[in-house]
C-alpha cells in the first residue's frame, strides 16, 4: 500500500484548501477498516495529530475544531482534509497515515504555508 498526499500549497490567511490521499494498492476491507489520519510537522515542532477518521467517527485537534474537516471516500480509497480560515500557525508538513490494526503506513507529506 503506498499513500499518496496532495493537495499543499500557499494560500493567505483566512484562505482555504483540501488535502487528499490515496491509498493505492489497499483492498477495500482493508481500507474501510482502517482508520485514516492526518497529521503535521512544522519547523522545530513535533508532528502532531491533526485529525483522523473511523468507522467510530472522528477526531480533531483542539487547534483545528471548527476550521478542519476530515472525510473519506472508501470506494476511492481516499481520504481527505478540508481546511477553512486557515491561520499562519497551520503552516506544516502535512502527511497521511494509515492505521490497519497497528500496522502503520505513511504517506509522503504536501507543505501548507499560510501567509499573514
Known amino acids: 500500500v503506498q499513500l499518496q498526499a496532495s493537495g499543499g500549497g500557499l494560500v493567505q490567511a483566512g484562505g482555504s484548501l483540501k488535502l487528499s490521499c490515496k491509498a493505492s494498492?489497499?483492498?477495500?476491507?482493508?481500507?474501510?477498516?482502517?482508520?485514516m489520519g492526518w497529521y503535521r510537522q512544522a519547523p522545530g515542532e513535533q508532528r502532531e495529530l491533526v485529525a483522523s477518521?473511523?468507522?467510530?467517527?472522528?477526531n480533531y485537534a483542539d487547534s483545528v475544531k471548527g476550521r478542519f474537516t476530515i472525510s473519506r471516500d472508501n470506494a476511492k480509497r481516499t481520504v481527505y482534509l478540508q481546511m477553512d480560515n486557515l491561520k499562519p500557525e497551520d503552516t506544516a508538513v502535512y502527511s497521511c497515515n494509515m492505521d490497519w490494526y497497528g500496522t502503520l503506513r505513511w504517506g509522503q507529506g504536501t507543505q501548507v504555508t499560510v501567509s499573514s
Open positions: 477518521i473511523s468507522g467510530r467517527g472522528m
Open positions: 494498492g489497499s483492498i477495500l476491507s482493508t481500507f474501510i477498516g482502517s482508520t
